[in-house]
């Protein structure tokens, strides 16, 4: 049992590029979410999706697609990449919040800078 | 709107002394969760506690305990006793209709 796994870890984009940010969780969860942690701010949702199939805009989703083919996994992808993309981004998975013992779990992150 | 406040950006202090980290939120609708999460240095999310808006009971656990008032829409956190791997990040977050709202973070330093 892996948890949420996120790949890269780090990557470096020119301004302009296009790259997919890869998030699996294995632990037959619904809901998938990404965020973007800028340097000393908290967490912001981008994208988050309740089920394979669905998907919706979070708090910051200007820049960003996502899709969700599969319950497992939730890409996020971003096109012309800009500075401002700068962040430090997290995949985190859950079953619902009506659960009693439910919570997020987070992957550990994937470190972008674009330049 | 929803909104979460962590006033507090930073905030030191002595091994084995008691700590309180504020959270206020701000939010119309009736039913919602809170959470408090906890960032190390390494940069992992760590899971805390979740509350409902109806469960306005306090909790602790260990060294740590929550006291969520509604009637100030408040949700602090006390380390009693702090010990130096208490020092991290902690966020406190809403969320309501499956989106989360995270505060901008109170970092904790424990010194020795």
């Known amino acids: 049992n892996a948890g949420v796994t996120q790949t890269p870890k780090f990557r470096i984009l020119k301004i302009g590029q296009s790259m997919t940010l890869q998030c699996t969780q294995d632990?037959?969860?619904?809901?998938m979410y990404w965020y973007r942690q800028d340097p000393g701010m908290g967490l912001k949702l981008i994208y988050y999706?309740?089920?394979?199939?669905?998907?919706d805009k979070g708090e910051v989703p200007n820049g960003y697609n996502v899709s969700r083919s599969t319950t497992e996994d939730f890409p996020l992808r971003l096109e012309l990449a800009a500075p401002s993309q700068t962040s430090v981004y997290f995949c985190?998975?859950?079953?619902?919040?009506?659960?009693?013992?439910?919570?997020?779990?987070f992957g550990p992150g994937t470190r972008l800078t674009v330049l | 709107a929803q909104k979460v406040t962590q006033a507090q950006t930073e905030i030191s202090v002595v091994e084995k002394e008691d700590v309180t980290l504020d959270c206020v939120y701000e939010?119309?609708?009736?039913?919602?969760?809170l959470f408090w999460y906890k960032q190390p240095p390494s940069g992992e999310l760590v899971f805390l506690i979740r509350?409902?808006?109806?469960?306005?009971q306090n909790e602790i656990s260990g060294r740590y305990s929550w006291n969520f008032q509604k009637s100030t829409s408040s949700f602090n956190f006390t380390i009693t006793a702090s010990q130096v791997v208490d020092s991290a990040v902690y966020f406190c977050?809403?969320?309501?209709?499956?989106?989360?709202?995270f505060g901008s973070g109170t970092k904790l330093n424990v010194k020795p």
């Open positions: 977050a809403l969320n309501n209709f499956n989106k989360f709202y």
């Open positions: 999706s309740v089920g394979a199939g669905i998907t």
């Open positions: 632990m037959n969860h619904n809901y």
């Open positions: 509350r409902n808006s109806f469960d306005e």
């Open positions: 939010t119309r609708d009736t039913t919602y969760y």
């Open positions: 985190a998975s859950s079953w619902d919040l009506g659960a009693p013992a439910d919570e997020q779990f």
